[in-house]
């Protein structure tokens, strides 16, 4: 009969897919686990469950965040839903505006945004600014090119005739090249510019001329506005180098537009002189409909088939160069903006099952895509939104499922460790404004807006004080009818019912949490991943398990037989109504039983008591017959 005793000190290579349970030669397993939910990993190697989210707002419907920062102390929340803009100061509604998208569009809407404007596009919407002129003063309007890009469309054969050179005109084209839609647009014939003012056929329109024409012969020179309800707006937008970049449009999906220099509105190509602007089509062996633009190292290009970098220091029309660089492709159903992670971009693949770090090596010259989900598959599938927490450096993924996949990513350390958050309802939305996460969750017929609060080990929570205890607390109207955890003065009160908004408790309490519970999940690989190298394959038993922890004031332990709660309380602590005290040190189990299934954990911990826990290593101490 064979002792063993294994010590698991980290979880630094997070939750590991099922599909890698024959895989134990890879270093991961060291440091992974089958079940990571509803815990955050730290980059020391522990895990600690997650912090609860509070209750913001009730929104009127799905709803796309946007962060705003007018300066360091001037920070703001948009949110986009149909036909409305909402703007957040803190967690007070400062503005409410109509605004002109739907919530089909959501999905596809870009943005970028400088000093006390923020720019919005979506293919099949006008181009639009939202500008700050107070916290509570804020405005929608269309774009106001100062010069605007122009493009070919029709076939080279084609030519155009006016009816005149001046005034109130009708162009009859050769061919049929004319829709609806190009009502308002601009035509240039020649040099010369004219605004289409109402759509007569297919090959005929009238127009009003905006500069005299040099004649009113048919002519083949000329051309269209690159942007109009015929044609499409622009898909993706960013500001580099002092100029606005335009990636893509509906009807030209991989053609890039870079302004004048200082001169964000303006793209005309002039005799491309330095500061002129700049324009160029991204043309290969594979379709490439741009996705996003970025401004990093270089201007980076993520298209449907593949990762450019745009060169030129500083870019100019005789300066710039095109390289591609990898073959990944971003999604084409919906646009997940990129972030920056200590200078690589992250970008979502066209796949929806990997998220890719776009990083450049000084040895190569190039950059590089490294897929960061590659052993976490399962937990990333179709995301949808996403953003990054700096302060604790994790990187959420909202998922189309309505999970959220929590990224602790550490490079230097070699920390790449995945989570997955789990809520009673389904997360839709993400945005990150100052180290607080916020987020749109649709729960109970609803869509709301929460946010982390580390003070909270609730979801959808509130809390209140109050300088006389009672039983009786309201204001929980946004739960109608829900089952709620309570936690009075730091101690669970159990489960609830939200009766017309509120609460009653069977013992008075000055200090109040309520919302909806959540579990956390931590469970080990299977004990012969643990000890990968052993033939044996006897039955097994778990001796005693240690279990080192942190200011943990609850600790539930399945180690075969169903979890139970593990006391902290020592003799001499009063058994009052009150928060537990939160324990740090060791806590040794003693396991029962032999196992013959070689797949179970050795134990497992699951608890959805609203109180702390941070996890720090596990000793076990196993036994196994010849």
Same mark, same amino acid.
């Given at each position: ?29 060291? +440091? ?5 939910? +509803? ?19 009730? =929104? ?6 946007? /962060? ?28 409410? !505006?109509?605004?002109?998208?739907? /919530? ?53 054969? @084609? ?17 049929? @090249?004319?829709?609806?839609?190009? %009502? ?9 510019? $004219?605004?289409?003012?109402?759509? +007569? ?35 993706? $937008? ?13 009807? =030209? ?11 964000? &509105? ?8 330095? #500061? ?11 379709? +490439?409909?741009?996705?996003? @633009? ?11 088939? /593949? ?12 300066? %710039? ?105 389904? &997360?839709?939305? *993400?945005?990150? *404004?100052?180290?607080? %996460?916020?987020? @749109? $969750? ?9 946010? &982390?609060?580390?003070? !909270? ?38 489960? $609830? ?32 991943? !643990? ?31 169903? /979890? ?12 009052? #109504? ?26 497992? *911990? ?21």
């Amino acid at each position: 009969m064979a002792m063993g005793r294994s010590v698991k000190t980290s979880f630094t290579a997070g939750e590991l897919g099922d599909e890698l349970l024959g895989r134990a030669d890879l270093r991961a397993f060291e +440091n992974g686990a089958r079940r990571l939910r +509803n815990v955050f990993i730290q980059p020391t190697g522990g895990v600690t469950r997650r912090p609860g989210l509070r209750h913001v707002a009730m =929104l009127p419907g799905e709803a796309k965040l946007v /962060a705003f920062e007018f300066n360091t102390q001037q920070t703001y929340l948009l949110s986009l839903s149909h036909h409305l803009l909402q703007v957040f100061m803190g967690e007070a509604l400062v503005a409410q !505006l109509p605004a002109p998208w739907t /919530a089909a569009m959501l999905g596809n809407i870009a943005y970028t945004q400088s000093a006390d404007t923020l720019l919005l596009v979506h293919p099949d919407m006008r181009p639009q600014r939202v500008t700050r002129s107070s916290h509570t003063d804020w405005s929608i309007g269309e774009w106001g090119f100062s010069a605007e890009p122009f493009h070919r469309f029709a076939p080279g054969g @084609v030519a155009l005739e006016a009816s005149g050179t001046s005034g109130s005109v009708t162009l009859t084209a050769s061919a049929p @090249v004319f829709r609806p839609g190009h %009502i308002g647009a601009r035509l240039r014939i020649g040099t010369r510019k $004219v605004v289409v003012t109402s759509f +007569n056929s297919e090959t005929s329109v009238s127009a009003r001329t905006e500069d005299v024409l040099d004649a009113a012969a048919a002519t083949a020179d000329w051309d269209e506005a690159a942007f109009s309800v015929a044609r499409g707006w622009p898909v993706t $937008v960013c500001f580099h180098q002092d100029r606005l970049v335009v990636g893509g449009s509906r009807d =030209l999906p991989n053609r890039l537009w870079l302004s004048r220099s200082g001169d964000l &509105f303006n793209f005309d190509l002039g005799e491309g002189l330095d #500061d002129q602007a700049i324009e160029f089509g991204l043309l290969s062996d594979q379709v +490439n409909a741009i996705r996003a @633009v970025f401004s990093g190292r270089h201007l980076q290009v993520f298209t449907s088939g /593949a990762e450019w970098m745009v060169t030129g220091d500083p870019m100019t029309p005789a300066s %710039i160069q095109l390289h591609r660089q990898t073959r990944i492709g971003s999604a084409t159903t919906r646009i997940v903006q990129p972030v920056d992670v200590d200078g690589s971009t992250i970008f979502v693949a066209r796949s929806g099952q990997a998220v890719h770090e776009y990083a450049y090596t000084d040895v190569q010259q190039a950059y590089q895509a490294n897929d960061l989900a590659l052993v976490a598959r399962h937990l990333v599938q179709t995301p949808v939104s996403m953003a990054y927490d700096q302060t604790r450096r994790l990187l959420h993924v909202v998922m189309e499922g309505g999970w959220l996949a929590t990224l602790t990513l550490y490079r230097t350390e070699q920390v790449t460790a995945w989570t997955r958050q789990d809520t009673q309802g389904r &997360f839709a939305a *993400i945005a990150e *404004i100052d180290g607080v %996460i916020w987020l @749109v $969750v649709e729960r109970l017929g609803g869509f709301r807006l929460e946010r &982390f609060d580390d003070a !909270l080990c609730v979801d959808a929570g509130l809390s209140g004080q109050d300088t006389v205890p009672k039983t009786r607390w309201s204001g929980v109207d946004h739960l109608p009818g829900a089952i709620v955890q309570v936690v009075g003065d730091g101690a669970p009160r159990g489960l $609830v019912p939200v009766v017309i908004g509120t609460v009653t408790l069977d013992e008075a309490a000055e200090r109040l949490q309520v919302g909806l519970g959540y579990s956390h999940v931590v469970e080990p690989l299977p004990p012969q991943l !643990l000890s990968a190298g052993s033939a044996r394959t006897g039955p097994l038993r778990l001796v005693a398990a240690t279990f080192r922890v942190l200011e943990t004031a609850s600790l539930s332990v399945d180690l075969g037989r169903g /979890a139970a709660p593990v006391p902290f309380r020592r003799l001499d602590t009063p058994m009052l #109504d009150t928060g537990p005290p939160r324990f740090t040190g060791d806590v040794t189990l003693r396991g029962l039983g032999w196992r013959r299934d070689t797949l179970q954990p050795l134990w497992r *911990i699951e608890g959805d008591t609203p109180l702390p826990m941070t996890l720090l290593s596990v000793t076990t101490e196993t036994r196994m017959t010849d």
